[in-house]
């Protein structure tokens, strides 16, 4: 038996969007070989298996391969284990370690944009009208970010995006693209993107880029394995 947690991770002023993410605090009850087809039954874009909650070390499972960072998990994953008493200063996925910290408000993750694939596609358009009116594309095509300023001196954009690569057909709030625009732009920045979800960027001085944003837990759900995963 297995606890899933479900949140909606960057949620926006007035509780709108926010991206589903799947959480199993005990990842160990889950055998690694188990993990993608766990993932893949969920349906969510990322599902996050905790593996020792205290050195915060945690897997992180798209539709169709393991991440090796990904960025609405982190923060995620951060906040569940702070609402449970278990703060983290680090977490440690496979990319590396990634600071955590909590301002009572947002939870904050600081990571590179390196560890992003550099198989995303990041397309500025003319306008956030643009952005808004974009059709999408289909699963199996290049993953491709698409992005236009709101209010370029306040530093608000406007984003979407669409892993379909990955077999999502599109990202309500990209935390790792989030970092990627970050460092392209080297200056502080808000997010809008999906139906409504808001990511706060702040680059740091050492190269990193520092995400943050508001987390809700929708439900928490007993998991059973009977020769496969399937709701208790």
């Known amino acids: 038996m297995a606890i899933l947690h479900v949140l909606r991770v960057f949620v926006g002023p007035g509780g709108t969007g926010g991206n589903p993410l799947g ?4 990842g160990a ?3 690694t070989e188990r993990r993608q087809s766990v993932a893949v039954d969920l349906g969510f874009s990322e599902t996050v298996f905790v593996d020792d909650a205290a050195l915060g070390v945690i897997r992180i499972f798209l ?10 998990p982190a923060v995620g994953a951060a906040w569940l284990l702070a609402e449970i008493g278990r703060p983290v200063e680090v977490l ?5 370690d990634i600071p955590v910290r909590y301002d009572g408000t947002r939870t904050w993750i600081s990571a ?3 560890w992003l694939p550099g ?16 059709p999408g594309q289909a699963i199996g095509e290049p993953w491709r970010y ?5 209010d370029e001196d306040a530093g608000r954009l406007r984003a ?7 077999g999502i057909r599109e990202d309500e709030a990209s935390g790792a693209a989030s970092v990627v625009m970050g460092g392209r732009l080297g200056r502080p920045l808000t997010i809008r993107q999906g139906v409504g979800s808001e990511i706060v960027v702040r680059p740091q001085d050492d190269g990193r880029v520092e995400i943050g944003g508001r987390t809700a837990l929708v439900e928490a759900r007993d998991f059973a394995v009977r020769g496969r995963w399937a709701e208790s």
Do not use: D
């Open 23 to 26: 959480v199993f605090l005990n």
């Open 29 to 31: 009850a889950i055998e």
């Open 63 to 72: 539709p169709t391969q393991e991440a090796a960072f990904a960025g609405h």
């Open 92 to 96: 440690r996925p496979p990319a590396g």
């Open 112 to 114: 590179r944009p390196e």
């Open 119 to 134: 198989s995303m596609e990041v397309v500025e358009l003319s306008s956030a009208a643009a952005v808004e009116a974009h």
């Open 146 to 150: 698409i992005w236009a300023w709101e």
């Open 160 to 166: 979407r995006s669409f892993p379909t690569v990955f």
